[in-house]
């Protein structure tokens, strides 16, 4: 499968606790974006990357957020000191952009739950 | 802060052909239209993008009004299990960057 791969899949914690999150993106993509989903809202975009470049953060991402990505292939969100609202889906999305054109690609998410 | 609106929810009949419109009356002119769907606890699929003409693939067929304003995705023959929440996306700016953002969607219920 060479599609957007995300580990875990599913990820209980207690409050206060940090959590790690990995992406895999489609290969070739150059652009990886991470989005947050709780029930019944659309994604809520946090940050991308072009490459190894974080070039830009939502005012959603607290400073208990931080992404990398290293060596411009993998990603890791990690959540330092979880709350309950930190509670959603956590999206992984890859793309190769053209000049106009950007076609993301998503994949199944980690679901946090913060007890 | 999405920059597309669409109907909250719809149903459709199956076999009959579902129509899902979404305006975006602010796109620039050469931002494109996405749509994408997500199947309850998925990640969104991708299904169809358009400029201005219209396009059509194997999963849909995407109608773009001339002054660009809307669109509407059209699933010709639905199925249940094209029972899902349909996203019509543009890219926002945001800083010196372009992001796709998700409105909160329209709901399909495609019924027997």
């Known amino acids: 499968d060479t599609g957007v791969s995300q580990d875990p899949r599913h990820k209980i914690t207690k409050r206060g606790q940090n959590v790690t999150f990995r992406c895999d993106p489609i290969s070739e993509h150059n652009r990886l974006y991470w989005y947050r989903q709780t029930l019944g809202q659309g994604p809520e975009f946090l940050t991308y990357f072009q490459n190894e470049a974080q070039l830009e953060k939502s005012r959603l991402l607290s400073d208990r957020f931080s992404a990398e990505r290293p060596k411009g292939s993998f990603s890791t969100l990690e959540i330092q000191r979880t709350e309950q609202g930190d509670s959603a889906m956590y999206l992984c999305a890859s793309s190769s952009k053209t000049t106009y054109q950007e076609t993301q690609y998503f994949g199944p998410g980690t679901r946090l739950l913060v007890l | 802060d999405a920059k597309t609106t669409q109907p909250t929810s719809m149903d459709c009949a199956e076999g009959r052909a579902a129509n899902l419109p979404c305006n975006h009356s602010?796109?620039?002119?050469?931002?494109?239209v996405y749509w994408y769907r997500q199947i309850h606890s998925q990640g969104p699929q991708y299904i169809i993008h358009g400029l201005k003409n219209n396009e059509t693939n194997e999963m849909a067929s995407l109608i773009i009004t001339e002054d660009r304003k809307s669109s509407t995705l059209i699933l010709p023959h639905a199925t249940l299990r094209d029972t899902a929440v349909y996203y019509c996306i543009v890219r926002v700016a945001s800083g010196g960057s372009y992001i796709p953002t998700f409105g909160r969607g329209t709901s399909l219920i495609v019924h027997p």
């Open positions: 602010t796109i620039s002119g050469n931002e494109y």
